[in-house]
């Protein structure tokens, strides 16, 4: 009765330890600029879904060819590591072996690297679709962006694939027809979950001494609450607000995704490009046998008038081939990693923006004055 009462309530937010984090960011970036996949363990408790652990996947070396490590191939292996065979069996025996040792051993997803925010692909679709299907309908995927994490600012996102996406995605069928009876948009794939970094209370005190160094001569008890609270001895809370936040430089990071969202906005154009080529052939093909029915009604029209047998009309499906149309997935996903480029840039400039106005007096002569 509880289990049915867990699965109905829906999944509100993701609690990761800060161990795991800690595990997540290490082996992303050692493996940067390859692609870092592992699953991550945990338990379900009242929509919560808490993160307890994380083991990355084996990795498969790719042999040297003519000198030079292929990069992209090591990238393709580790993007479908998790729906592998081998690392399902793998991950099978890694929460076979926790249960033993009595501690959370249940699958609650996977995690994976990314590099500048492109993480929304076709890899990153079929993983979590076959964790969801397969595994657990109640796993996310975290996404930790190195590139960005590397700038001074932890980038680490949870995501689900949507009800109508799944529904769509086991049909298979992403055709103009098919999306606009199930009404499914970009902005429908994905499922983004707050997250939320977890410390024990041992590991928070220990944050609160990391601040200030301990002192070496020894220290008098204070006579009384006002003198514990102004003790010049006492430590500064963690993350004690500096100066490097005013910082007026603009940052790299900014440039590169403008360059990296002008090259799905070409992708965009040439997926439109290819699609509106299809409707052209189309179009061609329909008025070639539009003219052949006709031309087929008119010789029945006249046998029956001679009274000889008919000839069948229907003998256009063998004479004439209608063109493929393209698979309107690829244009669902490039524009929402278009948005997710875009999410980026606004949030980017947001911080600068507001830097550049406070200092504005400063930057323009006579602005001051005026």
Known sequence: MADSLQKEM???????????VMKIIKHCSQAFPTTATGFVVGMDTNGTLQVTNSFPFPTVEIPNTDGHHDNNAASNLAAAAPRAKTNAAYQNEM????????????????YTSANMGNFVNLNMIENQYYYQKELNERTVAIVHDVSRSSQGSLSLRAFRLSPPFMAAYKEGKFTTES??????????????????????????????????????????????????????????????????????????????????????????HTELNNYQYYQRQLGREQAKITAWQQKRKAENAARTASKQELLPED?????????????????LLNSRQVEQYARQVDGFTASVTGKMFAVKSNLIPGELES
């Open 315 to 331: 003998e256009w499906t063998k004479l004439f081939k209608l063109p493929q149309e393209p698979n309107r997935l690829e244009v």
């Open 95 to 110: 929460i076979r072996q926790l249960r033993e040792v009595n501690v959370d051993a249940n699958n609650v997803g996977w």
């Open 179 to 268: 999306l606009q009876k199930s009404n499914l948009r970009y902005q429908d794939i994905l499922v983004e979950l707050p997250l939320v970094i977890h410390n024990s209370h041992l590991l928070t005190s220990f944050l609160h001494q990391l601040p200030s160094a301990p002192p070496t001569e020894e220290l008098s008890f204070p006579s009384n609450l006002a003198a514990l609270t102004n003790d010049s001895n006492t430590p500064q809370q963690p993350l004690y607000p500096n100066f490097d936040s005013l910082d007026l430089s603009i940052d790299p990071f900014l440039e590169k995704t403008c360059d990296l969202l002008l090259e799905s906005i070409e992708t965009h």
């Open 10 to 20: 829906p999944l509100k937010a993701v609690q990761v330890e800060a161990l795991v």
